[in-house]
C-alpha cells in the first residue's frame, strides 16, 4: 500500500513539474514572437480636394500604415482625424 502511495504521488508531482515547464516555456515563445503594433493619429492637411487627401492617404499606405478609424469631430465644429495602424511582425 505504501508502494503504490510513494508511485501516486511521484506521478502526480512529475506531471505537475511538466505543465508547469510547458505552459512557461509556451508564454515565454508567444511573447518572444508577438507582433509590435502602432497606432499613429493625423489631421489630413488638404481638406479641400479629394485628390490631396487620397495622395496623403496613399502615402500613409506606402509606409505600411492601415487606415482603421476616421473621426470626423462634432456637429459645430468639424475635426476630422484619421487613425491608422501599423503592425511590424519580429
Excluded at 473621426?71 to 459645430?76: H, R
Aim: no cysteine; proline share 6%; hydrophobic share 45%.
Amino acid at each position: 500500500m505504501t508502494n503504490l502511495s510513494t508511485r501516486w504521488i511521484t506521478l502526480t508531482a512529475l506531471l505537475l513539474v511538466t505543465v508547469t515547464l510547458a505552459l512557461f516555456m509556451l508564454r515565454h515563445a508567444s511573447a518572444a514572437g508577438a507582433p509590435k503594433v502602432q497606432y499613429l493619429v493625423v489631421q489630413p492637411l488638404s481638406q479641400d480636394s479629394n485628390t490631396g487627401l487620397q495622395e496623403e492617404l496613399n502615402t500613409y499606405g506606402q509606409g505600411g500604415w492601415e487606415l482603421v478609424l476616421v473621426v470626423s469631430g462634432n456637429v459645430t465644429k468639424p475635426f476630422p482625424r484619421y487613425i491608422f495602424k501599423r503592425v511590424d511582425l519580429p
